[in-house]
């Protein structure tokens, strides 16, 4: 049913400024810490890979970043959503979820869509998480993704989506692997050229149906698309956890579900992202093994082969 605006909901029409008026004060504190990086173009299997490298000035905190969470992978970790940090809030987005600033962002206006109590990571999405995520989709053109398990990327075990902007270069296409989805599909729930194990669906804008609408549309495909993989069959049930890693990916007009076998090619971390042509490289030691080996073979080293 929908989720009537209240005191536990913004405003239509004001998640934008919301948004804006967080991160400047987030900035002004410095409580935000973006991480600069310097992007390049690195073409792999048809698709111009966007591929953003880490300037020598943030390496250090982007390293700091990344030794925290290979610590808090290992046990004996606090939970940052509980609490989560006031200045990273932006609104409630529903009785069961909140939005945040991602604290260290590498894509400006980076949101983190969170359940208010503790859920696993590796839970099944639930109806109410695609109403969260729905709601705030219906504000501004964004690309949402979640990261099913470390394998898939996660860094929190706390359930959390999340959603960037789109499009990700002013220059380009809204994400760099239009140049694939965008084609027609010669099999149905499969892109020509993906060299991987996916499911992948193209459909009318969900902005233009209700928000319950939408979000029951886009659960029903999620599990429909699990089941496509091998992962976990189709049930009314929302509590089971996953069967295996994975990565949701999904826009106003398309959803990808892409099973994981690994987190890393060589040091380089893979999550959802990755698997619309975006990678992120530490160093020049990252980039040149992105480039030796491709772009689209390290998404394919860390999927499912077909």
Known sequence: MNTPENSMTFERGTLWMRILETTEKALETGALCPIDTQSRVMPSGGVDFQIRVVSSLARKAADKVLQAESAEKKGGKANPFLPYEEDMFVTDVSDTHVCLLNEFNVIVHHLLIVTRAFEHQERLLSKRDFE???RCMAEFDGLAFYNGGQVAGAS???????????????????????????KPQKTPGMVSGLPFMHAFKRFSPITEIPNDLASQALY????LMLQQVGLNAYSDKEETLQSGAYNLLFTRNWMLLVPRSREFFESISVNAIGFVGALLARNQKEVKQIEKM?????????????
Not at 220 to 223: A, F, G, K, L
Not at 294 to 306: E, F, N
Request: proline residues 11%; glycine residues 8%.
């Open 132 to 134: 969260a995520i729905c």
């Open 156 to 182: 929190q075990d706390h359930k959390h989506l999340q959603m960037i902007p789109l499009p990700m270069h002013p220059s380009g296409p809204s994400v760099p692997m239009d140049r694939l989805l965008d």
């Open 220 to 223: 029903q495909m999620y599990r």
């Open 294 to 306: 491709g772009g689209m073979a390290v998404l394919k080293h860390t999927a499912v082969g077909i």
